[in-house]
């Protein structure tokens, strides 16, 4: 990635916090996609824009489930927080205050986001 172009979105790019996903999931971002590690949380510097974001669980034998995702337009330093629920096998949004926002946005990142 160019210097320049990353540096302005990491000042103007969107932020997608994705807690809880089961290691091994298939998650992607437009035409990119990932295995989910141990220590996912999510992607940033997300260009401000129009987003397909997809995932598949992963059974423990490998198997994968259909793959499920959504499309956001995201807006210039948008937060997005979604956690994984196990019941449903799915994503949940998570409310955040605009205190919690902000909080984020300012490098705060002891906002206690797994008790929601």
């Known amino acids: 990635m160019d210097p320049d172009v990353a540096k ?3 000042f103007e790019g969107a932020t997608l916090l994705l807690l809880d996903v089961p ?4 998650f992607g971002i ?3 996609s990932w295995n989910v590690g141990a ?16 995932y598949s669980a992963v059974s423990k034998t490998g198997e ?4 499920t995702g959504f499309f956001h337009f995201f807006e210039r330093r948008e937060i997005i927080v979604k956690k994984w629920d196990s019941d449903t096998e799915d994503m949940v949004d998570v409310p955040l205050s ?16 797994q008790s929601r």
């Open 8 to 10: 302005r979105l990491f």
């Open 23 to 26: 290691r091994g999931t298939e």
């Open 30 to 32: 437009d035409y990119n």
């Open 39 to 54: 220590k996912f949380k999510g992607v940033k510097m997300i260009p401000p824009g129009f987003h397909f974001m997809f």
């Open 64 to 67: 994968t489930a259909p793959r």
């Open 98 to 113: 605009e205190d919690d926002l902000e909080s984020y946005r300012n490098g705060n990142v002891s906002i206690n986001l």
